[in-house]
């Protein structure tokens, strides 16, 4: 059933088996699992649709003052990204969610010795087992990501050395909005309480905090509530999980589960740009068929159609670099997509022709900037001059983008600000933190890809001027100010063998506390290259199956 906190009584207090903390897709996942049990739920959500004065209670603090790069596109501020990637109703962040899913690979959760800190407590196989239901609840095809999705198609797989380049393959969600594709069955669930205008503001542990006691929630009209369930789940996404934990310090005064001051730090995003442009030298149909979107019911593969997608379940290929070359470039992993039309979008091919309508329109004022600009892209407007001089049109697709892994960085983190939201909690501060290693990671693509490219004969590439060494805003290792982020908060309770490395163990409990998990992209060690949402249902999942043993043991 739904209820709503401002219209109960004040004090209004819930008893029940398992209390999950966020109604995002990790909070909605674990609930379901429950549907139809002898398990009493409660699940808390800050609001049923979207409203700002709900919204607002994610903004950040003021981040720290660093130096700012000296760059023309100096300017990211994680406090107000906060804000804006991340919703406060039911259903949480699946409500703007694009859909793009994909497993993590093996290596992913390996520990790589040039990665620091990196490697996950559990196996890849274990992880691989809850993907096909995870893929169920996202609405997607049957687990398939490999060549497999080609065949009925059109496209034929360029024969890369897979030594240095592997196709990667991503399936697109309708996209599925939890809230709205599961609150039904869960409102209708005579077991299941789902409690909105509840925000929690404080986890009350026991004098020796070693478990939780109760949950206090809070509405913004004043209702206060009090829950006591026999386990808590925390599943408020990679900020407001450490903010909540860092919050709860009235027992542990560092806050839950920080005895090694580790709850917040290893903030990690993906991080996305462009690496280059790309030249084709054949008919640029044939690469689209690959690495554009492709609707198997229009392609005819039978493999993808499956009853639990209710329109026709697309997907799409991306470009990695193989594990074997992440080791020897001592880098993280990288998903690359070819993204644009094939129209001239890069600038010098655009300045070339920008010229010759100037020119024609007999604007000399503005054939100069367009002429300046030809300089500046010579590798580009070149062959385009060429083209045009003997009477052909040259084909581009001039965007190489890259999905790129951070590497973890434990000054990367969220505080606690001073500042205040509207419930009187300390707002999150975040301070995002790159390194060398992960602009390193970016700039390992365009060699990798000249050399395929080249030798398939599939056009050139044109290495994107930020990659250079001598960049005149790479300045003082500030990636921060340059690349922009994918809004994946992850890390901050990272998943480890023991206390002194993360924040909860192998089957995601609280370190210390007995009766307190968490749930979320903020228990990955390391985040990989794959979008997060198909990773976090089935951790999700996973973690509903451990604690139905649990609390019926």
Not at 160 to 179: E, H, I
Not at 413 to 440: H, M, N, V
Request: net charge neutral; aromatic share 8%.
């Amino acid at each position: 059933m739904f209820l709503d906190l401002r219209k109960l009584p004040d004090d209004h207090r819930i008893d029940c088996d398992l209390c999950i903390i966020g109604g995002g897709p990790a909070g909605i996942a674990i609930a379901r699992e429950y549907i139809g049990t002898d398990l009493k739920v409660c699940l808390v959500e800050s609001a049923e649709e979207y409203d700002d004065p709900s919204q607002n209670l994610y903004a950040g603090a003021p981040q720290p003052s660093r130096k700012r790069a000296r760059s023309i596109r100096d300017g990211v501020h994680y406090g107000a990204l906060a804000l804006h990637s991340r919703l406060r109703h039911f259903g949480g962040s699946s409500n703007h969610w694009g859909g793009y899913c994909a497993p993590l690979a093996p290596e992913d959760l390996a520990k790589r010795d040039w990665i620091p800190d990196s490697g996950w407590p559990i196996d890849w196989r274990e992880l691989r087992h809850y993907y096909p239901r995870a893929q169920r609840l996202c609405e997607l095809g049957p687990y398939l990501y490999d060549d497999t999705l080609w065949r009925g198609t059109d496209a034929n797989a360029y024969a890369f050395d897979t030594a240095k380049l592997v196709n990667r393959f991503y399936q697109f969600s309708p996209p599925t909005r939890f809230g709205d594709r599961y609150g039904d069955a869960l409102k209708a669930a005579a077991n299941v309480t789902v409690l909105f205008h509840a925000n929690a503001t404080q986890i009350a542990l026991a004098a020796n905090a070693a478990s939780a006691d109760a949950l206090t929630v809070k509405s913004l009209s004043g209702k206060y509530g009090r829950i006591q369930a026999r386990h808590f789940v925390l599943a408020c996404g990679g900020i407001e999980n450490a903010r909540l934990l860092l919050a709860s310090n009235s027992v542990a005064t560092a806050g839950i589960g920080n005895t090694r001051d580790i709850v917040g730090r290893y903030f990690m995003d993906h991080l996305y740009d462009s690496v280059g442009s790309l030249l084709v030298s054949e008919r640029p149909a044939r690469f689209l068929s690959q690495y554009g979107e492709i609707t198997p019911a229009n392609a005819g593969h039978p493999l993808v159609k499956s009853r639990y997608a209710p329109d026709p379940v697309m997907f799409q290929a991306a470009i990695s670099p193989s594990a074997a070359v992440q080791q020897r470039n001592r880098t993280g992993g990288v998903a690359l997509f070819i993204r644009g039309d094939w129209s001239r979008t890069d600038e010098g091919v655009s300045a070339v022709y920008e010229a010759i309508e100037s020119d024609t329109a007999g604007a000399p004022e503005n054939q100069a900037g367009s002429l300046l600009n030809i300089l500046r892209n010579l590798n580009t407007a070149l062959p385009e001059i060429k083209s045009v001089v003997q009477g052909k049109k040259a084909e581009h697709l001039p965007v190489l983008f890259a999905i790129a892994e951070q590497a973890p960085n434990r000054l990367s983190r969220i505080t606690l600000g001073s500042e205040k939201d509207a419930l009187g909690s300390p707002r999150a501060r975040i301070d995002w933190r790159l390194s060398e290693q992960d602009r390193r990671t970016f700039a390992q693509m365009p060699e990798l890809l000249a050399g395929e490219f080249g030798r398939l004969g599939i056009g050139r590439v044109h290495k994107a001027v930020w990659l250079d060494d001598e960049a005149p805003y790479l300045y003082r290792g500030d990636f921060s100010r340059i690349l922009e982020p994918g809004r994946h908060h992850s890390g901050t309770t990272r998943m480890a063998h023991d206390p002194a490395r993360g924040v909860v163990d192998a089957d995601c409990q609280v370190f210390g506390v007995s009766n307190l998990s968490v749930a979320g992209s903020s228990v990955f060690p390391t985040i990989g290259s794959a979008n997060p949402t198909l990773t976090i249902v089935a951790l999700a999942l996973r973690l509903a199956d451990h604690l139905k043993t649990r609390l019926r043991g």
